[in-house]
């Protein structure tokens, strides 16, 4: 009976906890090991997720939103260069951004805020300006989402808790107005959720049993349900996505509108119109209470909401943006010119089209990129330093950060670790014999016989190396399983998509939600 050697048991448990990290992982960018592991933006300042966890940060610090402690006025508030918060460690597993505050969701369910207070966007009953990361009392969280004053998280016993800005009922708990809420509160009525979508005034959530809920502004219809009044408790939407029983879309909210992805890679967009935010070619200033499409687009795979567009990653690590181009959002190099159909942003050349793109994330007015070879490149509004090319303004194509790469260094070979370039040995080397000494260049004795005898033929050691003929004959087992091992995982990850979620608008519309900011429970793999 076959018994396998203890190294090759090693190497299969090994190689089979690679395979389930890669199937099962949904916080890191798989397949893309020099690629931030996210990148969010927030109104004034731009967040690197990086692979080991650690955050850097660049743009606007005067309430603390890049935690630097040297907070000021003039141009002594500008981070000009990303720099790391270093009071988050190592330790966080996603972030989001809103108007100069930001919340990080932490390895141990933990929520931290800082930044400006605003109508209570920090979550800690003041309005006090926090300048360092600080723990605002939610643990077991699953997923954290932000606002422009405003934030919400998911636990993992599936309930919803948000807090801050609360103008148009956004908060879910059946006030609105001037009631703020000052530290995360429980969404009314909604259990079993998995995910939150929330961008400006308007949440959506998506359910374990495959239902979305929404709430909040409603003046263009872009909660869903056919009417412009606002809700202060979640409802599910009635706005009909056209496709088949088996669509899986993915659901992102935009400032006065909402879109989806269907599984056939369109997209379809419901709510505000206004400068082209829903990308059909045209522009009304009424919105629609029914999906449309958007024109141009067969392949998208992530999006990502504006005030008054939308932006859609594309298969083909491309991107294309729509809508209001007040700030070059759009990225087009076509500044002030909105786009009422989706247009292809530019390279940093200005020239060419930005490709290798891993994930997209946005403001109101500006949009960042997440580079396959660990470079951020962002467009739109820049007015606080944040593209990181020290230049205080808009940028009409994407510009590549100066100061942040997520590549990983290359690995240095050990001091002391032997060469594997192959060197020719000294005694092997044919040199020319001194005069009179004897010569080593073995040759034929005239009178040797044709058959060696047994005292001068060399004797072959059994306890020496074996033959490559012998090592493969006496290993073969183990060849097979080990190369099984290192090729499956390999074709496995090149193949495969982050599982989605199916859910639906309605009982026959199954659809996915996106996220805002920084979330890579479901990347985009390349």
Not at 363 to 383: H, I
Request: hydrophobic share 35%; charged share 10%; glycine share 12%.
């Amino acid at each position: 009976m076959y018994k396998m050697k203890p190294s090759v048991v090693l190497l299969l448990v090994v190689n089979i906890a690679c395979i389930l990290r890669g199937v099962y992982a949904r916080d890191l960018v798989e397949g893309v090991p020099d690629a931030c592991l996210g990148v969010v933006r927030g109104s004034d300042n731009v967040y690197v997720l990086k692979q080991d966890k650690s955050v850097w940060c660049i743009g606007r610090d005067n309430s603390g939103q890049c935690a630097t402690g040297a907070f000021g006025s003039g141009d002594m508030q500008y981070v000009k260069s990303y720099t790391q918060i270093l009071s988050l460690g190592n330790t966080v597993e996603q972030m989001c951004a809103g108007n100069q505050f930001a919340c990080a969701r932490l390895t141990d369910g933990t929520v931290k805020c800082w930044g400006f207070s605003r109508q209570y966007a920090t979550g800690l009953n003041s309005l006090s300006n926090l300048h360092t990361p600080t723990d605002i009392g939610l643990t077991a969280i699953t997923d954290v989402v932000c606002g422009l004053h405003s934030a919400c998280a998911v636990k993992s016993d599936g309930t919803a808790w948000c807090w801050g800005s609360n103008t148009y009922g956004h908060s879910g708990t059946n006030t609105m107005g001037g009631t703020y809420v000052r530290f995360p509160t429980q969404v009314i009525g909604l259990t079993n959720v998995e995910s939150l979508s929330l961008m400006s005034d308007h949440t959506c959530a998506i359910l374990t049993d495959s239902t979305v809920r929404c709430w909040g502004y409603n003046n263009k219809y872009q909660i869903g349900d056919l009417s412009t009044t606002d809700s202060l408790i979640p409802i599910q939407p009635d706005v009909t996505v056209t496709g088949s029983l088996t669509d899986k879309l993915v659901l992102e909210t935009g400032g006065y509108h909402t879109c989806a992805i269907k599984s056939d890679g369109t997209v379809e967009c419901w709510g505000g119109a206004g400068d082209g935010a829903l990308g059909n070619g045209g522009v009304t200033s009424d919105g629609y209470a029914t999906a449309t499409p958007v024109d141009g687009i067969s392949n998208a795979v992530q999006l990502t909401g504006l005030i008054g567009g939308m932006c859609a990653l594309l298969d083909d690590t491309t991107v294309k943006c729509w809508g209001s181009d007040t700030n070059g959002q759009n990225g087009d190099n076509n500044l002030g010119s909105d786009a009422y159909v989706p247009v292809v942003v530019v390279s940093p050349t200005g020239t060419g089209i930005l490709t290798g793109v891993t994930y997209i994330t946005s403001d109101r007015y500006g949009v960042c990129a997440s580079v396959l070879d660990g470079t951020v490149a962002c467009w739109g509004s820049a007015a606080s330093f944040q593209h990181d090319n020290d230049v205080a303004g808009n940028s009409a194509y994407a510009v590549v950060a100066d100061s942040i790469t997520c590549a990983q260094p290359p690995t240095a070979s050990p001091t002391g670790a032997p060469s594997t370039t192959p060197t020719a040995s000294p005694t092997a080397s044919p040199t020319a014999s001194p005069t009179g000494a004897p010569s080593t260049t073995p040759t034929a004795s005239p009178t040797a016989s044709p058959t060696a005898s047994p005292t001068a033929s060399p004797t072959v050691s059994t306890t020496g190396a074996p033959t490559p003929q012998t090592f493969l004959e006496s290993n073969m087992v183990e060849i097979v399983i080990i190369i099984s091992v290192m090729v499956v995982p390999l074709m496995l990850l090149s193949v495969y998509k982050v599982g989605t979620v199916v859910l639906s608008l309605n009982a026959n519309q199954p659809v996915v939600l996106g996220y805002t900011g920084i979330n890579h429970k479901k990347p985009v793999s390349y």
